[in-house]
């Protein structure tokens, strides 16, 4: 309690000095490869300024990135406020991450616009081959968003956006990492990781290519918690003249890990993991007039899951799943004095074969449309709705809205009300490890309301929000059992209540000629969920949400010299809380990078998810450079 104290009082001091010290007609801006006022949030259908969202937006830039001592992307959003990533694997190998107290399975993960979570189970959907090298932003779209991406966005999305090629450039990035402890599977030597990555970008006058290749390994960091991976990421585009162009992006990760206590401790000890995941997407977009445009979008995500309950006896308790999902899109936009109109339709054809699951399909259709308009003095008016039709959950109508009023030049309110859906995953349904877990055949589709009021600034060098928000989701999914001895089964419970509240601020403290400058982003969150059915004895996802969670990460640079220090402290339901501190320092000379890491820097003992103990302190050291040709 006392870490709890110290950390929300270094955030209020920090964000006072920082109103304090700034005034936005006064100081210049620090000149950033990502500037917030200029980020558009593509919705698919409508493009909308950050500075005029009226959604609950947060965004990881490539600043963001450069600085905070993170390697991937499940690292990366664990720095940001409402956002719960539960990793089972250490330094990125298997995670979950959830928004604003909602399931694993209620977010929705995409690239660039693009659905790539897995319908099999959100437990594979950050198996991603993304460098975070390729990564121009992440963004964080929380509350109800079936308006806009469709199903399963129940509590938000997570939108990757990768760069554009604009130069010639080859990278090549090395490092390595311990915890100094020793290995409990040799007997002999430390725990360790190692990886490297190669970067390639090409830019002509109408073709920019962009290719990256990856591998990562650790021995782990308890017994039979090795990891093994290798990816490939590929991203072009064909840009004929200023009216059209076509972009295409090809991936694929082979993943594999030790998986003890992951899924079924204890007895899972010996458990090893192999997952491998394959997307492509193909994309263009056409101005056809001044007024109209088109993007057609097809996608395609392949992922196998092969888990050896035994690692060393392959003839018992093996589960081997293959599952694929297809969709094809039309987005389009209509432009006029009075406002935007977005519409378009969508297909999602789903299917799984697996030893234990069975063989099953299910097609989804949608379409939608929208409207936003600024007509009125000062008030931003975004509604609209989607329709869905799923062959097993039948017809479904998601309406919303978004409302914004200016009450100055930097300051709005804002108000949104939704609703969503969530379809039950493939194992949801029809898993079948007996005595362990079981699926459940009879289960409804998730389905959620909320509304959400805040205030919001925004300047060149600050942007802040605080609002509440209240969320209702009927037949809410959880896997639980009353005694030890019943497997787990999903079941619906009616009905989950949250009550949440949020604060973000982000400052930059900084003029241009200045050689030392700061950064920072404060955030906290409090979540009161209420039950209106009564808890079997033990669940694995409600019990287990986030109460308070704190997020403070500051940057202090000094010439070539970089410091960064990421804290965050996270309070479950259960009452389990842990401050976790990590730290940055690096050096830039030239075109070469070299930086320095302390992951959990005070050697805390947590848990974020299964029986899986979290590494302690580990340290890494890397080197990054850069040419142009």
């Known amino acids: 309690m006392s870490k709890k104290i110290t950390l929300l009082a270094l955030a209020l001091v920090a964000s006072t000095y920082a109103f304090s010290q700034v005034n936005s007609d006064q100081v210049e801006r620090l000149k950033d490869t990502t500037n917030l006022s200029e980020v558009i949030i593509n919705q698919n259908r409508l493009q909308i300024p950050f500075t005029k969202q009226t959604r609950n937006i947060q965004i990881i830039t490539q600043e963001d990135i450069k600085r905070l001592p993170a390697r991937s992307v499940n690292e990366l959003l664990a720095y940001i406020n409402g956002v719960d990533i539960r990793q089972r694997g250490p330094f990125g190998s298997q995670a979950d991450v959830n928004i604003d107290g909602g399931s694993f399975e209620q977010t929705l993960i995409l690239l660039n616009g693009a659905k790539i979570s897995d319908p099999q189970t959100a437990h594979h959907s950050l198996n991603l081959p993304i460098p975070t090298e390729a990564i121009e932003r992440i963004e964080i779209i929380k509350g109800p968003a079936s308006r806009i991406y469709g199903i399963n966005s129940l509590t938000g999305a997570i939108n990757i956006v990768t760069k554009s090629a604009t130069s010639n450039l080859i990278s090549a990035q090395v490092y390595t990492g311990s915890s100094f402890q020793n290995s409990e599977d040799t007997k002999t030597g430390k725990y360790y990781g190692k990886g490297f990555q190669l970067g390639i970008m090409n830019k002509t006058s109408k073709f920019d290519h962009q290719l990256y290749l990856g591998h990562e390994d650790s021995n782990g960091q308890r017994y039979n918690t090795a990891s093994k991976n290798n990816k490939i990421y590929y991203q072009g585009t064909y840009t004929p003249d200023s009216l059209n162009n076509i972009a295409t992006s090809i991936g694929y990760i082979d993943n594999q890990f030790g998986a003890n206590g992951y899924y079924a401790s204890p007895g899972d000890k010996e458990s090893y993991e192999l997952v491998k995941t394959a997307f492509a997407t193909i994309q263009s977009k056409h101005k056809l007039s001044e007024a109209l445009t088109l993007s057609p979008r097809i996608s395609n995500r392949y ?8 690692r060393h006896d392959l003839s018992k308790a093996r589960s081997q799943h293959y599952n694929n999902a297809f969709m094809a899109e039309l987005n389009a936009s209509y432009d006029q004095n009075y406002g935007s109109f977005g519409l378009g339709v969508e297909s999602r054809f789903e299917n799984i074969t697996s030893s234990n699951i069975g063989k099953h ?61 969530r379809i039950p995953s493939f194992t949801d349904l029809y898993l079948n490890q007996r005595p362990a877990n079981i699926g459940n055949p009879q289960l409804q589709a998730e389905r959620a309301k909320q509304i959400e009021g805040a205030v ?19 037949d809410f999914i959880d896997w639980t059992r009353s005694v030890n001895t019943e497997p787990w089964q999903p079941q619906n419970i009616d009905n989950n209540k949250v009550h949440g509240f949020h604060a973000n601020l982000r400052v930059d403290l900084n003029s241009p000629e200045s050689q030392t400058k700061y950064y920072a982003t404060i955030g906290y969150s409090y979540l009161h969920p209420k039950l209106e059915d009564e808890l079997p004895n033990a669940s694995k996802y409600t019990i287990e949400s986030l109460r308070n969670q704190v997020n403070l990460n500051l940057t202090v640079s000094h010439k070539s010299w970089s410091l960064t220090t990421a804290n965050r402290f996270n309070e479950r339901l259960s009452y389990k809380s842990y401050y976790i501190s990590d730290v940055r320092v690096s050096n830039q000379i030239n075109k070469l990078n070299l930086y320095a890491d302390a992951q959990n820097l005070f050697n805390v003992k947590y848990i974020e998810a299964g029986a899986v103990p979290m590494p302690g302190t580990w340290y890494t050291l890397g080197a990054k450079y850069t040419i142009s040709y």
Do not use: C
């Not at 992922?303 to 035994?310: H, S």
């Not at 060098?461 to 209702?472: C, K, L, M, P, V």
């Open 361 to 421: 399909s299910r097609e989804n259709y949608g379409g939608y449309i929208e409207f936003k308009t600024e007509m009125i003095k000062n008030l931003y008016i975004n509604l609209g709705t989607y329709v869905n039709y799923n062959s097993d959950y039948s017809w479904q109508v998601f309406p919303g809205i978004d409302l914004g009023y200016d009450l100055h030049t930097n300051w709005k309110l804002i108000f949104n009300a939704g609703s969503s859906q």
């Open 456 to 474: 919001k600034y925004t300047s060149a060098h600050i942007i802040a929000q605080a609002g509440y928000f209240y969320r209702t989701i009927s």
């Open 303 to 310: 992922n196998e899951d092969d888990y050896r309950y035994f």
